[in-house]
């Protein structure tokens, strides 16, 4: 029987398999036809804790059951309050920066994303609006970058075949070059020169020490201090997109942790709710709250939408905050670190492999291949070995990677890299 679904990011013409999947737990999906998988990426990076906590759908049963939904423009649930305050608390902070302060609620990283550019243009506009600076429109962007698939957020996101055919409809950015490594200085300097340019940009929004969909390409936390702090000096809105990197993803339960910086706005997502349920987060300063706040009603931040801060949702992120503060998530993020680092250093050693890297629990290594590009079939090939041998992986063209969740045991981290080594046999060729 054929399906009516259009999958995301599936080309449907070539007849890949589409597994049904019925029951989950932990690190592991049981399909329709008995059969298992390692699920190796989280299920697109959300599933921080593992499939179908305890904790997790206890409190989505029991908030389904009190209070489902309600409009957020203008009233507010306790579930809600409780994640602001807990995220409030929760997020980076350092002498001399201004904390974040407001939490404005979406339901994707992707949203999260757009509500941030918007609140970074609707800051300068309201500016501009009571002659304290000329509007601002203009966004920095880093090279590689990814965001989201809106029109907004692949804006600012790398433009490939992946976008072209709405190129038409993307706005022109500045694009800083990656910190590729020996090249970090360029990238400083191409900031530097950008924020001092005379149409002043808005701001400038980066994926923090690695990027994600770009490659899993990591730089360094030097850069990324440096890099808020030209704009700090340049007050140019430092936008950090921790969609991917938060909830402990890169060992600090926010990546800009490791640099000691704060931005000006930061979103949230994917991990929010353990992965359970859709939410996100877009966390801001005082002062863009500030510039917002208005007895004018034409400066209000119009942004919304139906199920803004689902209290189900809410409920989630709230077990979800409890578990980070009751259980030892960071030891358990450490010792798989641990365990991946051990086993990625024996894989690196393979012909068939090169440039390992890793940053906590996300580890990443490229398949020396013939015709590996992003077109190739090779990851829609590798991924069918993969579901063939019991695990879930999605390789960016020849970059095979790992964001597995925190509960993946060692007998699981052995079942996939043995996978992962005979991929390398079966699909590599020598350096
Ligand atoms: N930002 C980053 C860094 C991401 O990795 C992603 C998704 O992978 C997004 C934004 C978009 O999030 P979503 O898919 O929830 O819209």
């Known amino acids: 029987m054929t399906s009516p679904i259009w999958h995301p990011f599936h080309q449907h013409g070539l007849g890949e398999p589409i597994p049904r999947v ?14 298992t998988l390692i699920d190796g990426i989280s299920s697109w ?14 409190a989505i049963a029991e908030q389904a059951g009190r209070l489902d939904q309600l409009i957020f423009a203008g009233y507010t649930h306790e579930p809600a309050e409780e994640v ?38 609707g800051y300068w ?60 200085q360029r990238t400083l300097d191409s900031l530097e020169a950008a924020c001092a340019a005379p149409e002043k940009p808005a701001a400038f929004i980066v994926e923090p020490l690695i990027l994600g969909a770009g490659g899993m390409l990591i730089y360094p936390a030097h850069v990324l201090r440096d890099m808020a702090a030209i704009c700090a000096r340049h007050d140019v809105l430092f936008i950090v997109d921790e969609v991917m990197t938060g909830w402990g993803r890169t060992g600090t ?34 002062r863009i709250f500030d510039a917002h706040k208005s007895t004018d009603r034409a400066r209000l931040f119009y942004h919304s939408s139906s199920y803004t801060a689902n209290a189900i949702a809410c409920a989630a992120a709230a077990a979800n905050l409890a578990i980070w503060r ?34 906590g629990a996300i580890a990443a290594i490229d398949l020396n291949a013939p015709d590996a590009g992003y ?47 005979d991929a390398g046999e079966r699909f590599g060729v020598r350096s």
């Open 22 to 35: 019925v029951r989950a737990e932990g690190a592991v999906l049981h399909l329709a036809d008995g059969g």
């Open 45 to 58: 990076w959300v599933t921080t804790h593992g499939h179908c906590h305890p904790r997790i759908a206890a």
């Open 84 to 121: 602001a305050r807990g995220l409030i608390d929760l997020a980076p902070r350092a002498a001399g920066r201004d904390p974040l302060t407001h939490v404005f609620y979406s339901d994707s990283g992707s949203t999260a994303v757009e509500v941030a550019l918007k609140m970074a243009l």
């Open 125 to 184: 506009h309201n500016l501009a609006l009571d002659g304290l600076a000329p509007p601002r429109h203009r966004i920095l962007v880093l090279e590689h970058g990814y965001h989201g698939d809106t029109i907004g957020t692949m804006s600012v996101g790398e433009r490939g075949v992946y976008n072209q055919a709405w190129s038409p409809l993307l706005f022109d950015v500045g694009t800083i070059p990656f910190p590729a490594p020996g090249r970090e």
């Open 253 to 286: 339960l926010f990546a800009c942790e490791q640099a000691g910086v704060v931005p000006d706005i930061m979103a949230v997502a994917k991990g929010i709710t353990g992965g359970a349920i859709p939410l996100a987060a877009t966390l801001a300063t005082a």
């Open 326 to 359: 009751e259980e030892d998530v960071p030891g358990r993020i450490a010792n798989l670190s641990d365990g991946i680092a051990a086993r990625l250093a024996r894989l690196a050693d393979r012909p068939a492999f090169a440039h390992a890297r890793q940053l």
């Open 375 to 421: 077109l190739s079939d090779l990851a829609p090939r590798l991924r069918a070995f993969f579901l063939e041998r019991g695990l879930l992986l999605r390789p960016l063209g020849n970059t095979i990677y790992l964001m597995p969740p925190y509960c993946l045991d060692t007998d699981q981290l052995d079942q996939v890299f043995a996978v992962l080594a």
